[in-house]
Structures are given as C-alpha cells and as structure tokens.
C-alpha cells in the first residue's frame, strides 16, 4: 500500500499535462500573467492530486486484498489510476493560456508531463524512473509552479 500512494504521490507531482499538440494551440485565445497562470495551475494541480488520492483509495478498497493486496497491483494501480489522471490534467492545464513570454517554455513542461503519463500507461510503476517526470518536476519547480511541481 505504501508503494502504491507513494507513486500516486510522486506521480502526482507531475500530473499536469496531456495533449496532442502544444499548449498554444489548446489554450484559451488571451494569455495569462505568469502569476495567473501559476496560481490557475497549482489550483488544477491540487484539484487533481485530491481526485487521484481518493481514486487510489477507491482501488485499494476494491482490491480483494484491500489495502495488504496494494503493492502486488501497484502496477495496475498506475496505469488505471494514476496515467488517466495525469492525462486529464495535463488537458486542463493545456487549455490554460500560457503568457506570451513563456509558451516555449510552458509547452516544453506540459510536453514533458504528457509524455511521462503514456509511459506510466504503458509501463505502471516501472515508468516512473524511466519517464519524463524528473524533468517536468524540475521546469514546473523553476517556472514557480509549487502544487503541480511538489505535491507531497
């Protein structure tokens, strides 16, 4: 159980991003500050990591093991739980309009987060060390983003 919430915390942490395309071409038509967008974004990320914590919940319970079964399924626990969730958040954060300045740079981290949630979809767990979450974890950090980038 213990490895399951701490990968859907971790994960967490990174979930902001999925999208076919940039952020520019998604998002609202007028741009944010980037205090606005910072603020927007750590509200989607909190919003997010609540829903992924009481999803994870909802699937341990459910496992027939309960809570003693999670870290067999810790796999299955990221990919229904924990991917889904970074990929509906990455769509809203996508949607968010980067300010102007920074859409390179918004785009590049929402890339980043949108490409760690396939792998987690593909790969579970073991994604977790091989996927893109270190370096959106780093740019959402040096971009000010406190939530999406530190939610443990």
Do not use: W
Request: aromatic fraction near 4%; proline fraction near 4%.
């Amino acid at each position: 159980m213990y490895r399951l919430i701490m990968a859907i915390g971790m994960v967490a942490a990174t979930c902001l991003v999925f999208g076919c395309g940039s952020a520019a071409e998604e998002s609202s038509s007028t741009p944010l500050t980037k205090a606005q967008f910072i603020k927007q974004a750590d509200q989607i990320c909190a919003k997010s990591a609540k829903e992924r914590e009481a999803a994870a919940a909802s699937f341990i319970k459910a496992l027939p093991g309960g809570a003693a079964d999670a870290e067999a399924h810790l796999d299955e626990g990221v990919k229904q739980v924990v991917a889904p969730s970074m990929k509906e958040e990455a769509t809203k954060l996508a949607a968010l309009a980067a300010p102007e300045n920074d859409v390179a740079e918004v785009s590049r981290m929402i890339e980043n987060l949108s490409k760690a949630s396939e792998v987690l979809a593909e790969d579970g767990s073991k994604g977790l060390s091989g996927s893109s979450l270190p370096a959106f974890e780093g740019e959402a950090s040096a971009y000010g983003l406190k939530i999406c980038s530190n939610p443990y």
